[in-house]
T-cell receptor
Framework: DTGVSQNPRHKITKRGQNVTFRCDPISEHNRLYWYRQTLGQGPEFLTYFQNEAQLEKSRLLSDRFSAERPKGSFSTLEIQRTEQGDSAMYLC?????????????FGPGTRLLVL | GENVEQHPSTLSVQEGDSAVIKCTYSDSASNYFPWYKQELGKGPQLIIDIRSNVGEKKDQRIAVTLNKTAKHFSLHITETQPEDSAVYFCAARETSYDKVIFGPGTSLSVIP
């Protein structure tokens, strides 16, 4: 099964530390999305890429957050100087732009706990 | 921007009964409405979707209806089974930005 994969699955860090998450999309998918999900809520859009270009960033994405997709394949999401409010599940999704469908397929997520 | 509301927030049904989850959206230009199922500790999984040029779509025990005029859409699950227990999210895609906006979710419990 070559679905969306995310690493690590869990991360515990201390406030003020930097963390980096990785997402590997479905291989032929040219769009990649990052979402954040807190307990009891739906996923909230953070940013998305088409190939290597970052096309949109949510206002939720403060300047402590940065995302990259350097070769148009995998993506990384880095959070600098983590805060307790950053504790959440970070979800990655990918899709194939074009044609009549643009369904987003989600990975299992990275659960972040900031102590 | 788009805003999606979802009701109820929790739903309990007896095994074999039907479950209905309703959503409304605000942006009349939205044209794609997926439904996702999320089990504990997992990412959302697409179960069915519908486009704005279709009023109803069915896939085995799952069906979705869309009323563009009223800007609401619903998920219907028939003959519910315990493995249907999960959190279900409706969503709408903003045509302007191609991003998907999710509702707050419905926690469905199917009681054996």
């Amino acid at each position: 099964d070559t679905g969306v994969s995310q690493n690590p699955r869990h991360k515990i860090t201390k406030r003020g530390q930097n963390v980096t998450f990785r997402c590997d999309p479905i291989s032929e998918h040219n769009r990649l999305y990052w979402y954040r999900q807190t307990l009891g809520q739906g996923p909230e859009f953070l940013t998305y890429f088409q190939n290597e270009a970052q096309l949109e960033k949510s206002r939720l994405l403060s300047d402590r957050f940065s995302a990259e997709r350097p070769k148009g394949s995998f993506s990384t999401l880095e959070i600098q100087r983590t805060e307790q409010g950053d504790s959440a599940m970070y979800l990655c999704a990918s899709s194939l732009l074009g044609g009549d469908q643009e369904t987003q397929y989600f990975g299992p997520g990275t659960r972040l706990l900031v102590l | 921007g788009e805003n999606v509301e979802q009701h109820p927030s929790t739903l309990s049904v007896q095994e074999g009964d039907s479950a209905v989850i309703k959503c409304t959206y605000s942006d009349s230009a939205s044209n794609y409405f997926p439904w996702y199922k999320q089990e504990l500790g997992k990412g959302p999984q697409l179960i069915i979707d519908i486009r704005s040029n279709v009023g109803e779509k069915k896939d085995q025990r799952i069906a979705v209806t869309l009323n563009k005029t009223a800007k609401h859409f619903s998920l219907h699950i028939t003959e519910t089974q315990p493995e249907d227990s999960a959190v279900y999210f409706c969503a709408a895609r903003e045509t302007s930005y191609d991003k998907v906006i999710f509702g707050p979710g419905t926690s469905l419990s199917v009681i054996p």
